[in-house]
């Protein structure tokens, strides 16, 4: 994702090192350094998405790809292949994941090799869980439409701005942030959560969470359910949600003496 990106510059225009690909002993003395590296690009693409985005009128744009004019409807709402299994398929997928984490958490406590990651089992699940009822949460109250059901593409729900005013008439539309792709963005959890014990397992789930969360979100933009603003959107609320339980609740317990830091970082060269 863009801050994903973000993340690579003001690292390169601070001269940091990748805290995404590498974990020096050096953080866990300045952990000013990991905010700088994940606050600021999130809140630099925020405000790209409410000043710059809608001048692109990149949702609409895309829309039009997958409607059809002469039908006046979106070809692909009821395919097989995409709702079925890439919409229903990939959904269970990610909900098996998380209930795997919490199955492995249960049996940490009967198999001791499990035992270390039993932390991070906890907050990988409690992460996915509550990014994701962030999303839900936000989107039940949300007055914004899908594509499928505004007036431009046959619906009856206008189309209107992030933080412009309806009508008062004006039904709720229920559809933004999307809510699919959060599931998919959820498993960034993994990334926060076994970020010092498992560097590069956790950069590897750092991507497949975005990318599970993009393909779920471009799924729903050729069924005419999201636009890419609302996948963005989902994207950005998962990020912000678990790094503020990253920030109240550390996935791992920092080590409070040099003994332990160093013991720590020959773990993290293991890995």
């Keep these: 994702m863009l801050f994903a990106l973000l993340n690579i510059y003001v690292q390169s225009k601070y001269g940091i090192k990748n805290t995404m690909l590498h974990h020096p002993l050096e953080q866990y003395v300045s952990p000013s350094r990991f905010w700088i590296t994940h606050l600021l690009p999130a809140l630099a693409f925020a405000l790209l998405m409410l000043l710059a985005y809608p001048h692109t ?23 097989p292949f995409l709702a079925s299994w890439m919409h229903t398929g990939l959904k ?23 035992k270390a990651h ?22 039940h109250y949300s007055q914004h439409g899908c594509p499928w059901d505004i007036t431009l593409y046959g619906g009856s729900l206008p189309l209107f701005d992030l933080f412009e005013t309806p009508a008062i008439t004006a039904e709720a539309g229920h559809c933004f942030p999307a809510g699919h ?6 498993l960034m959890a993994f990334y926060f959560a076994f970020r010092y014990t ?3 397992f956790s950069v590897l789930m750092l991507w497949i969470g975005l990318f599970m969360g993009l393909l779920m979100g471009a799924v729903q933009m ?32 920092l080590p409070r003496s040099a003994k332990q830091s160093a013991a720590l970082a020959l773990l993290m060269l293991r890995e």
Excluded: N
């Design 222 to 253: 050729m069924r005419g359910a999201h636009f890419l603003s609302h996948v963005l959107w989902s994207g950005w609320v998962v990020w912000m949600v678990l790094l503020a339980l990253y920030w109240l609740w550390p996935a791992v317990k």
């Design 118 to 139: 039993r932390r991070s089992l906890l907050w990988v699940f409690v992460g996915m869980v509550l990014s994701t009822a962030a999303v839900s949460i936000l989107k």
């Design 92 to 114: 269970w997928l990610i909900e098996a994941v998380a209930l795997s984490c919490l199955g492995l958490l249960l049996s940490s406590y009967r198999f001791s090799s499990l």
């Design 198 to 200: 498992k560097p590069r």
């Design 57 to 79: 009128y990149l949702d609409t744009h895309i829309a039009d790809l997958f409607f059809d004019g002469q039908l006046h409807q979106f070809t692909l709402k009821k395919d």
């Design 181 to 186: 792709p959060s599931a998919g963005f959820a």
